[in-house]
């Protein structure tokens, strides 16, 4: 079945330093691909998205590129804030699936010292 | 503005009884869905929902039920059924069109402690 693999947290890093969050996904078809953020004690927010191999979603400062040869979709961040600190979800919505329910991996607790 | 609403945002339940928690939409999204959310656990499906009146469960539906009479809602009963009910729960929506890439909106959640 249809799998996400998020590398496991807490990663804890020091401002302005470089972040990469990985995500490997096990997939049947051709699933799109999305990193979703949650602050404190809130619900989820779409952080960016891709939809085919190659693609490069972007936002805030943060990128991910699909990669259907290592079947991957690494977070990255140049230079990282403390209003950074969060945890990050990487999810994959097969095409066409009938259930229409992203899978998600378990999440990355990341904290940002100043 | 548009969103999804989920009340309350705490709730206490004793052993035994059933509880409800609300969810709205008013983004005019066919599409509803309940995840369960524990530590390290990431998010779990409950049930989801693609139409009004109807209805499927997830991967951890025991225990709990569903309605959708309205497309903007769609409420969440966690039953004296469900063993472990203590987890923060959340309830999102999208547009369901067939593609892959339409995103799931969540609401801000619902944490359930049972004393």
């Known amino acids: 079945g249809n799998s996400v693999t998020q590398m496991e947290g807490p990663v804890t890093l020091s401002e302005e330093a470089f972040l990469t969050i990985n995500c490997t996904y096990t997939?049947?078809?051709?699933?799109?691909l999305f990193w979703y953020v949650q602050y404190p004690g809130e619900g989820l927010q779409l952080l960016l998205k891709a939809t085919k191999a190659d693609d490069k979603g972007s936002n805030k400062g943060f990128e991910a590129t699909y990669r259907k040869e290592t079947t991957s979709f690494h977070l990255e961040k140049g230079s990282v804030q403390v209003s950074d600190s969060a945890v990050y979800f990487c999810?994959?919505?097969?095409?066409?699936?009938?259930?229409?329910?992203?899978?998600f991996g378990k999440g990355t607790k990341l904290s940002v010292k100043p | 503005d548009g969103g999804i609403t989920q009340s309350p945002k705490y709730l206490f339940r004793k052993e035994g009884q059933n509880v409800t928690l609300s969810c709205e939409q008013n983004l005019n999204h066919d599409a509803m869905y309940w995840y369960r959310q524990d530590p390290g656990q990431g998010l779990r499906l409950i049930y989801y929902?693609?139409?009004?009146?109807?209805?499927q469960k997830g991967d951890i539906a025991e225990g709990y039920s569903v309605s959708r009479e309205k497309k903007e809602s769609f409420p969440l009963t966690v039953t004296s059924a469900q063993k472990n009910p203590t987890a923060f729960y959340l309830c999102a929506s999208s547009l369901l069109d067939g593609s892959s890439y339409n995103e799931q909106f969540f609401g801000p959640g619902t944490r359930l402690t049972v004393l």
């Open positions: 997939a049947t078809g051709y699933p799109s």
């Open positions: 999810a994959l919505k097969e095409y066409g699936g009938s259930q229409g329910n992203l899978i």
């Open positions: 929902s693609q139409i009004v009146n109807d209805f």
